[in-house]
């Protein structure tokens, strides 16, 4: 699916409700991402006999029999939130993870996020996570862009880090390049003056859709993250401490 089919109108300049493995099930996205723009499902580890620290619940081993009834409920309680709904997958395998983006858009989900922000020893040992980021795992980000896009009929969002600070920025111009149309970076630290602050507006334009988000505290910190040059603003902890903050954001960015 090309860039160009998609509209994000509805959640520009708006806030997401960041992924948190071990928190973001559908009844917490319901509730801490009430009246955000999007809220995101936790990220949803396909197991392949490795352990992640996260509950049995947030964790399915491969096959769509393993997974398709939580998602279909869980999006469906998301729903509640009155907000957009994506889903994160993250698995060493590629068609595993193809046939998780299968189901999650069969459960309905309006978009996917691959996680290329993990640092488990499990997915860096194979050059994935967050070491996909790196010079010389960008072919095999090229091939999981292009197989991911393949397979989407939703926007598909690739979710990074800045654990490779000097390849990041060319990082998200192979993404884009690939045809992904959304980035969502966690930079960390959006105080004012900070390196993060610094990497969105380096980021700015490069990719035609940028969340960007890395401890946003107040709604100073969303407006900073989004004239650094985002196009939303992500909100994990201070969500996760206040279930009425994402919609408080979301409704004074909106006035
Ligand atoms: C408890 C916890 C669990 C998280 N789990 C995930 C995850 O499973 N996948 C992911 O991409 N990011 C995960 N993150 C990162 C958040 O989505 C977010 O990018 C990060 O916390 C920065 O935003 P914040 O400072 O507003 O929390 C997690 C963060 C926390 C605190």
Redesign the pocket.
Known sequence: MGTSSFSFEKIRNGVVL???????DGPYCAKHGAGAALV?L??YIVDAGDSVP?PAHFVFKPGRSNYARYLQEHIGIARASGTQVGI?VISVNISDTLEFLKVVQEAGADYA?L?V??TMKMFLRVGLGSALCRRENWENLRKWAKEILKAAQIPVIF?I?IHDTPDTIEAVDVIADAGIPIVHI?V?NTGPGSKGLAMLERLRSKCPFLIG????KDIEGARRVLKAGADAV???????KDPDFCGRIQNLLTV
């Open positions: 960041a992924e948190l493995g071990g928190y973001g995101m936790g990220t996260y994160s996020s996680c922000h993990s979710k880090g966690n960390g988000g890395g401890g946003v992500a909100i994990g902890t201070a969500a996760m």
